[in-house]
């Protein structure tokens, strides 16, 4: 039982450390001089590496996304301290040996109709080929597609402790 007094069921789910996603927390953050350095700072201290990182700002926020070497510690420090932040599934693909990752994702994509809602450039470990982070609207869809083009996407095994 929980402590509502609900039963707690044990129901397994597709996500693991074998999924093939990363998670992203997009992070809203105060736009002042030294904000970002600072929750920067927090991650580098917990021993989490920023994979990736995309910036949407306006005056008074920005909208920060991070993808971490390891999402449950990074949960823990943006609660720490008392980031609001919300979580999000997204691929990490590894570009295919001709090493075009985003043509040959849009194009494939694009076959399939799978809308891309976000990209940027992903730091993986070294010696892997170059990475691109993608929010698409079908993720299932979207992996099926992209490893039948021969791109690799990553788990979050893949990327742990970076």
């Known amino acids: 039982m929980d402590e509502s007094g609900g039963q707690i069921l044990d129901v397994p789910t597709m ?11 997009t992070v809203f953050i105060e736009n002042r001089v030294g904000m970002l350095l600072d929750a920067v700072r927090r991650f580098e201290k917990g021993g989490v590496t920023v994979l990736g990182i995309s910036i949407s700002e306006a005056s008074e926020c920005a909208c920060v996304r ?3 070497s390891v999402p449950e510690r990074a949960r823990e420090i943006l609660d720490l301290a008392n980031l609001p932040y919300i979580e999000s599934d997204i691929l990490a693909v590894e570009s295919p040996e001709d090493g075009h990752p985003l043509f040959g994702a849009c194009r494939a994509l694009m076959a399939a109709e799978v809308s891309i809602l976000q990209a940027y ?7 892997r080929k170059a990475a691109l982070a993608i929010m698409v609207d079908q993720i299932e869809m979207a992996i099926e597609t992209l490893e039948r083009q021969g791109f690799h996407v990553l788990s979050e095994g893949d990327v742990r402790d970076y």
């Open 15 to 25: 996500r693991d450390i074998d999924f093939r996603a990363l998670k992203q927390f």
């Open 66 to 68: 991070f993808i971490f």
């Open 121 to 127: 450039a992903l730091s993986t470990p070294s010696g």
